[in-house]
Structure formats: C-alpha cells, structure tokens
C-alpha cells in the first residue's frame, strides 16, 4: 500500500531525474546540425577561393 505522498514524490523524482536527460539529448542533435552547417559552410568557402 502506498500513500499518495510517496507517489507523488515518486513521479517528481523520475521527473527530475529524467528530464535533464532529455534536454541533453535534444542538444546533442542540435550540435550535429550545426556541425553538418559548418561542414557545408567550410566546403562553399574552400570552393570559393580555389
């Protein structure tokens, strides 16, 4: 039997445990896009002074 204290703490918790989690993982894809876009960026560069 649980209370409704130990549940509600339960779930903020996990929330607070989880939550950074996903924010990380949300920026590690924006850093692949912008890598790609300056892959792309120094490729028109290096065709433009050739």
């Given at each position: 039997m649980l209370t409704v204290g130990a549940v509600s703490t339960a779930a903020l918790i996990f929330h607070r445990l989880f939550h950074?989690?996903?924010?990380?993982?949300?920026?590690?894809?924006?850093?692949?896009?912008?890598?790609?876009?300056?892959?792309?960026?120094?490729?028109?560069?290096?065709?433009?002074s050739n």
């Amino acid at each position: 039997m649980l209370t409704v204290g130990a549940v509600s703490t339960a779930a903020l918790i996990f929330h607070r445990l989880f939550h950074p989690i996903g924010t990380i993982a949300g920026m590690f894809s924006e850093i692949q896009f912008a890598g790609a876009s300056l892959v792309r960026m120094v490729g028109v560069i290096n065709a433009a002074s050739n």
